[in-house]
């Protein structure tokens, strides 16, 4: 059953969710990684509460001209328009009040939101009202998804992802270093409103499959899980199109798999499962990596401050710094020392009192900012730099070293 | 009216707007209500490094952003090479202040130098070798060639600003504005920044700089413009840079002890 729905072999129903559901992911994965790297990540939430009067809205109108009121494309164009007007809400209240655009995002969101929300309420009693459909806005419904709605979709995804690609420059500039942007002659603001509408058309287009509460995640989960694998913003960009592709689409299919389940929200959670294991595993910014890199470190800082307690002939109290010297065969079961133990310890000394002397020593300032207690010295200076220096220590020659 | 000022001064380099590199007249600029700068009249010399010098708050960098477009101001106009910015933005390269950008950003060294290729490159067209070159030939140029695939924020802040510095070379402008190039930077990129802007101008290219290090202004600078809020004076470092003219910009904020450390002009 579950690979009868990824093969697509699950009818025609499910295809067509499954395919529409992938472009969207692909567009939303992208579009929003700009979001993500401007730090817009929440206008988007805005944007998406802000359509709801729209749909309503846009259902009533066409109501009122003698349709039935249900046609996609009619319910997406009013969405877009109230979204767009949430959006210029936001920019003119950082603009001209002392908001800031946290408080202008909450603000704008509840109200066009309960806005909506009330308008759905006085569609729901009339007559025209009762079989549309509408709350499957809030969370996408696609049960009775057709030919046509898909290909809206698809063809929404694709033209949002050409705009963005034609404008990825521009836009990662200003993500960047807005200033440096509009030094260069770039309309920062202009740019800025290009980011948004690809937002806001990304939202728009996936207001079927996902619905309005939801879409955010799309647009939020994928960047930032790619963000994990790789420092390079191409990268980023690419890997979350095809992080937000692929969780779309094994998500849609997994709902059409089993019926009861809502497509959006499995959507929402397979990319999350994508992200979680991203946090835990990701190479170098994953937690089990940064865990490992501390442990490493903390290992290092006891075996030196053992040998040096060793040298210098003092006790050590601390358990795992015992465990560390005995495992290493520096330390016997009975807290003997070994020869081999003697020797590291000597050369942990020996390097401890050099390392002073370099950190005194103005002419070698360079050297001494790398200072941590760890390293060894033959990394950081030439050998005639420590023969010199152990010149200055004087004492007995060839140890360690 | 500006040629008459320049023979009352007798100095060639202040031969008004029309070649000046940036002419700025009668700039304002304000946050809220109090005007950070006002009714500011600058002339930069061509092939010559010039530092903006004034106290905290004196309305430096506002003055170089205002000039540049970067932020729209109350009043006044700015002109680059005699014409207007909107035609001449190729002609000048920004290093913007270190703090202004996320070095947590997902992008590499030769990435930001790149960013410099933009107006080459365009929206579309493909990175080629050859522009990765140019890219790496201005890196050396700031001794950071070693450091081209790493990601910014692995960098100190000196590398930082001098990565800043390949990006504005990459742009192969004529004129140079840097804000505050040397501040929280280790002395080796001190030295390795000012030897690339001497280069620059050795090419005929022109460098203003917001600077914060009155020490070194005579050391680095040929010209100083000093600026607090007002302008306080304009010209080269030899008659401009003077106990006089610094008290008249910083007040009661340099004590005297300072100023007669420093190398000045006799004024």
Redesign the interface.
């Known amino acids: 059953m579950w690979l009868d729905a990824l093969t697509l072999q699950l009818g025609y129903n499910a295809t067509l969710v499954a395919l529409g559901a992938m472009f969207l992911g692909v567009a939303a994965g992208v579009t929003g990684t700009f979001l993500f790297l401007r730090k817009r990540a929440l206008v988007s939430d805005a944007i998406s509460h802000a359509t709801l009067p729209g749909v309503g809205i846009a259902f009533m109108l066409m109501v009122a001209l003698g349709g039935d009121g249900r046609s996609l494309l009619g319910l997406l164009l009013g969405s877009a328009v109230s979204a767009g007007f949430g959006l210029l809400c936001i920019g003119w209240l950082t603009r001209f009040t002392r908001l800031a655009e946290d408080a202008a995002i909450g603000a704008v969101l509840s109200v066009f939101f309960g806005f909506g929300i009330v308008l759905l309420t006085i569609i729901q009693t009339m007559t025209a009202g009762r079989q549309a459909g509408l709350e499957g806005f809030l969370l996408g419904s696609t049960a009775g998804m057709l030919w046509n709605d898909a290909m809206i979709i698809v063809v929404g995804g694709v033209l949002t992802l050409a705009v963005v690609m034609a404008l990825r420059r521009p836009m990662t500039l200003v993500a960047f270093d807005p200033e440096y942007a509009a030094a260069s002659g770039l309309n920062v603001a202009r740019i800025d409103l290009a980011i948004m509408g690809l937002a806001m058309a990304v939202t728009v287009v996936g207001l079927k499959i996902v619905g309005l509460i939801l879409i955010v995640a799309m647009l939020i989960i994928p960047p930032v899980t790619a963000r994990f694998w790789s420092d390079r913003t191409d990268r980023v960009v690419w890997l979350s199109g095809a992080l937000g592709g692929v969780s779309a689409f094994v998500g849609a299919a997994l709902s059409a798999a089993a019926p009861s389940l809502p497509t959006g929200p499995i959507i929402v959670l397979v990319s999350f499962a994508f992200f979680a294991l991203s946090l835990l595993f990701a190479p170098s910014r994953g937690v089990l990596a940064a865990f490992l890199r501390h442990r490493r470190f903390q290992r290092r800082v006891h075996m030196r401050q053992g040998l040096l307690a060793l040298a210098q002939g003092q006790p050590i109290y601390e358990g795992f710094t015992l465990r560390l010297l005995r495992r290493a065969g520096l330390v016997e079961k009975d807290g003997v020392v070994t020869d081999q133990g003697k020797a590291r310890a000597a050369k942990a000394l020996r390097d401890e009192k050099r390392w002073e002397l370099v950190r005194a020593d103005q002419a070698l300032e360079g050297a001494a900012a790398l200072y941590d207690g760890l390293r060894a010295l033959e990394t950081v200076l030439t050998s005639d730099q420590i023969e010199e220096i152990d010149r200055r220590i004087g004492g007995p020659k060839g140890v360690g070293a | 009216m500006s040629i008459a000022l320049a023979t009352d001064h007798g100095s060639p380099t202040e031969l008004g707007l029309d070649q000046s590199p940036l002419a700025v007249r009668g700039m304002t600029v304000s946050y809220g209500q109090k005007p950070a700068v006002f009714s500011v009249d600058m002339t930069v010399a061509e092939g010559a490094m010039t530092a903006i010098i004034g106290p905290n708050g004196a309305g430096k960098s506002t003055l170089l952003?205002a000039a540049?477009?970067?932020i729209s101001p109350l009043a006044g106009r700015a002109t680059v090479y005699g014409k207007a910015l909107?035609g001449q933005?190729h002609r000048?390269a920004?290093v913007?202040q270190r703090a202004?950008?996320?070095w947590d950003?997902?992008?590499?060294v030769i990435?930001?130098v790149q960013?410099g290729l933009?107006?080459e490159?365009?929206?579309?067209k493909r990175v080629r070798a050859k522009h990765v070159a140019k890219a790496m030939a201005c890196l050396d140029r700031v001794g950071m060639t070693d450091f081209a695939d790493r990601?910014i924020g692995q960098l100190s802040g000196g590398q930082q600003q001098r990565v800043f510095l390949a990006?504005a070379l990459a742009?192969g402008a004529d004129l140079y504005?840097l804000d505050e190039p040397f501040a929280g930077v280790d002395a080796?990129t001190e030295k390795a920044i000012i030897s690339v802007l001497k280069s620059l101008k050795d090419e005929g290219k022109t460098v203003v700089a917001v600077h914060h290090d009155l020490a070194t202004v005579a050391e680095y600078f040929d010209r100083v413009f000093l600026i607090n809020t007002r302008k306080v004076a304009e010209g080269p470092v030899a008659t401009t840079f003077t106990a006089e003219h610094l008290n008249a910009a910083y007040g009661g904020r340099l004590a005297m002890a300072q100023i007669d450390q420093l190398d000045l002009a006799a004024g």
Do not use: C, E, N
């Open positions: 952003k540049l477009g970067v909107k933005r000048i920004y913007p202004s950008v996320d950003f997902p992008t590499r990435d930001v960013m933009y107006r490159l365009g929206l579309l990601q990006r742009q504005l080796a």
